[in-house]
Nanobody
């Protein structure tokens, strides 16, 4: 069974930085895409960033390009999201998710970690 566990959220001030972690277990992820999503209160979940496990190809939402960086550590089966210059409107629950490279939907999700950015 695939399990994803997020950590690293917290309360920060506008302009601060956080690094989120997603620890993955349960199977080999060499042909998987790992993504980060976020959901603010009263809003729909939105895509933030993604990375392929095999070759480090990365993808970002336009709103976070230049400020967020997604990376992975194969030895630890962990994906990171470095978030810089955080804005109050980016307060949300942040989730990591996994899907096979050959698919388009994410069947595996973590429980989420809360990020709160004060103004």
């Amino acid at each position: 069974q695939v399990q994803l566990v997020e950590s690293g959220g917290g309360l920060v001030q506008a302009g601060d930085s956080l690094r989120l972690s997603c620890a993955a277990s349960g199977r080999r992820f060499s042909r998987y895409m790992i993504g980060w999503f976020r959901q603010a209160p009263g809003k729909e979940r939105e895509f933030v960033a993604a990375i392929t496990w095999s070759d480090d190809s990365t993808y970002y939402a336009d709103s976070v390009k230049g400020r967020f960086t997604i990376s992975r550590d194969n030895a630890k089966n962990t994906v990171y999201l470095q978030m810089n210059s955080l804005k109050p409107e980016e307060t949300a629950v942040y989730y990591c998710a996994a899907r096979p490279d050959s698919t388009t939907s994410y069947p595996y999700w973590g429980q989420g970690t809360q990020v709160t950015v004060s103004s």
